[in-house]
T-cell receptor, first 115, second 115 residues
Framework: AQSVAQPEDQVNVAEGNPLTVKCTYS??????LFWYVQYPNRGLQFLLK??????LVKGSYGFEAEFNKSQTSFHLKKPSALVSDSALYFC?????????????FGQGTTLQVKP | DTGVSQDPRHKITKRGQNVTFRCDPI?????LYWYRQTLGQGPEFLTY????????KSRLLSDRFSAERPKGSFSTLEIQRTEQGDSAMYLC?????????????FGQGTRLTVV
């Protein structure tokens, strides 16, 4: 069965410091991995995805993520956090078997960036 | 606005009443998904349409829930005889035909409160 784990409910960082939001996954076949961000009372906004190729993918708002196949991880990173990055972040996986394309989400990690 | 549109944004209903939500996907997208999100959790997959065909339903989708996409464009999600446990955010997403690497775009959701 496909699953995603986000081991931290909340991550606190100071503005200007680097941030990491962790994600590990379990999927049969090759994984398609995604990060989404959710602001209060809003839908999810796509940040970035890993499909194949370079293990470091770059996305919106200066975010990037590193795919590590041996550790089955896809951690979200940003070199310098902004207060406006404070939000709820979701990692999601879509397995290559089957064809519905449904996403399996982690439970989410709240990122709090303090001035 | 060419994004995914959901209506209504908020719905308060009494237990036992029926409710219906509407989703208008991005116009050229033929894949449409419904998810449910409760507080502190990631979105959970409910059902998937490719054009007008409903190709997958989650076990979460009890017989009180029904979804349609009659002309392969907009979709409706109906909940009959609502229960307090149905209170949640209902999210709709769409994506384009293609390989599984295409990201899904989400609407802002319909927040249902059953009193």
């Amino acid at each position: 069965a496909q699953s995603v784990a986000q081991p931290e409910d909340q991550v606190n960082v100071a503005e200007g410091n680097p941030l990491t939001v962790k994600c590990t996954y379990s999927v049969s076949g090759n994984p398609y991995l995604f990060w989404y961000v959710q602001y209060p009372n809003r839908g999810l906004q796509f940040l970035l995805k890993y499909i194949t190729g370079d293990n470091l993918v770059k996305g919106s708002y200066g975010f990037e993520a590193e795919f590590n196949k041996s550790q089955t991880s896809f951690h979200l990173k940003k070199p310098s956090a902004l207060v406006s990055d404070s939000a709820l972040y979701f990692c999601a996986v879509r397995g290559s078997s089957g064809n519905t394309g449904k996403l399996i989400f982690g439970q989410g990690t709240t990122l709090q960036v303090k001035p | 606005d060419t994004g995914v549109s959901q209506d209504p944004r908020h719905k308060i209903t009494k237990r036992g009443q029926n409710v219906t939500f509407r989703c208008d996907p991005i116009s050229e997208h033929n894949r449409l998904y419904w998810y449910r999100q409760t507080l502190g959790q990631g979105p959970e997959f409910l059902t998937y349409f490719q054009n007008e065909a409903q190709l997958e339903k989650s076990r979460l989708l009890s017989d009180r829930f029904s979804a349609e996409r009659p002309k392969g464009s907009f979709s409706t999600l109906e909940i009959q005889r609502t229960e307090q446990g149905d209170s949640a955010m209902y999210l709709c997403a769409s994506s384009s035909q293609g390989h599984l690497n295409t990201e899904a775009f989400f609407g802002q959701g319909t927040r249902l409160t059953v009193v």
